[in-house]
């Protein structure tokens, strides 16, 4: 069975960092493209960043650029988000997904969700 689970979440004060996981099992996650998407309370899910199979290529939304680092270790079956200078603004669940498709990640509509893992920035 396919199977992506998320963590590293949890509380953490403005300025903070956290860096997510997300290690699949029942399938390999060389040959496909993730994302990492948020969703607040009450909002929209959104996109945040998001990575080729093969990590040449990487995006991110405006609102955590130069701020989050996507990274993957195929070696370990495992993507990770690096989250730095967090911001209460950047509390949510956050979710990782898996497609074949990049296009598909990027655009929202990838196969494969993990169940989320909470991520609470202070103030």
């Known amino acids: 069975q396919l199977q992506l689970v998320e963590s590293g979440g949890g509380l953490v004060q403005s300025g903070g960092s956290l860096r997510l996981s997300c290690a699949a099992s029942?399938?390999?996650?060389?040959?496909?493209?993730i994302g990492w998407f948020r969703q607040a309370p009450g909002k929209e899910r959104e996109g945040v960043s998001w990575i080729s199979e093969d990590s040449g290529s990487t995006n991110y939304a405006d609102s955590v650029k130069g701020r989050f680092t996507i990274s993957r270790d195929n070696a370990k079956n495992t993507v990770y988000l690096q989250m730095n200078s967090l911001k209460p603004e950047d509390t949510a669940v956050y979710y990782c997904?898996?497609?074949?498709?990049?296009?598909?990640?990027?655009?929202?509509?990838?196969?494969?969700w993990g169940q989320g893992t909470q991520v609470t920035v202070s103030s």
């Open positions: 029942g399938f390999t996650l060389d040959y496909y493209a």
């Open positions: 997904a898996a497609d074949s498709s990049y296009i598909s990640v990027v655009g929202g509509t990838p196969n494969y």
